[in-house]
């Protein structure tokens, strides 16, 4: 995916077309975050490959990478053609969600449709003591690196703890850095101006997402998800697996 033989890697399920991606949030692998509701009978049967994005999970973590949202956006299209994958429906849960907005908008043929699972569609102001992305990168790489990782780790708590561990120290901060800092356009534009069926699963106990309206307008599907937090595909697998196949139609 670099240059200098580093690859990205994925746990793939056999079945028919198109072919579904499950893309993984900041500090997270998409076979711990997907496995339970990629075979579930509702949405099981199609050819499934659950990504790991570059620097996180099985993926290789080059520390020469920028880890940029268009960087990770154009590694895992490579990823894709490689495996011969076109016309993809993508679900990408936080920054997975991201990335699959660039994807889609950087590489149409390779997407379909979209399911963006509480995907960060905005830039975000860092804040030091934050939990997630905006905490990391308040951060310079320097800090992070010379001892804020472990403050961090103090932050996040044992489970996310216990897939953000396998990341690169690098790769964690600059995906966390650009993913505060965005696109241009940002994600939310990119989204709008996208062709594709589109969804937009969200924690019901949080209320509407921010532009909601302007989604809905747009043609997104905004899907509320009760007993659930952040992580919708674990919190509540039998109801985000319900919503993700009506979804995908």
Not at 21 to 49: I, K, M, N, Q, W
Not at 71 to 85: E, K, M, P, Q, R
């Amino acid at each position: 995916m670099t240059g200098r033989g580093d690859r990205i890697r994925w746990v793939e399920f056999p079945g028919r077309e198109p072919v579904r991606v499950y893309v993984h949030g900041l500090g997270a692998t998409s076979p711990g975050y997907f496995a339970e509701v990629a075979v579930d009978p509702l949405l099981a049967g199609h050819r499934s490959l659950l990504v790991d994005l570059l620097g996180h999970g099985l993926s290789d973590r080059p520390t020469s990478f920028d880890y940029s949202l268009e960087s990770h956006a154009d590694a895992l299209a490579s990823a894709l053609t490689a495996a011969g994958v076109s016309g993809a429906e993508v679900i990408g849960h936080s920054m997975g969600g991201s990335v699959a907005v660039v994807l889609a908008a950087r590489h149409p043929a390779l997407v379909s449709r979209l399911v963006l699972v509480d995907a960060n569609l905005d830039p975000l102001t860092p804040t030091r003591g934050a939990g997630g992305s905006r905490g990391i990168a308040a951060y310079s790489e320097r800090e992070y690196l010379a001892g804020g990782w472990a403050e961090v780790r103090e932050l996040a708590g044992a489970h996310w703890w216990s897939t953000m561990r396998l990341a690169g120290r690098e790769a964690l901060h600059r995906s966390a850095t650009h993913l505060v800092r965005g696109t241009s356009p940002t994600m939310r534009e990119l989204l709008l101006d996208l062709a594709v069926p589109r969804a937009f699963l969200f924690p019901e106990a949080d209320g509407p997402p921010p532009g909601g309206d302007a989604l809905v307008a747009a043609g997104v599907s905004v899907v509320p998800v009760p007993d659930c937090g952040h992580n919708i595909m674990l919190d509540n697998p039998g109801a985000f697996v319900r919503a993700t196949a009506a979804a995908l139609g």
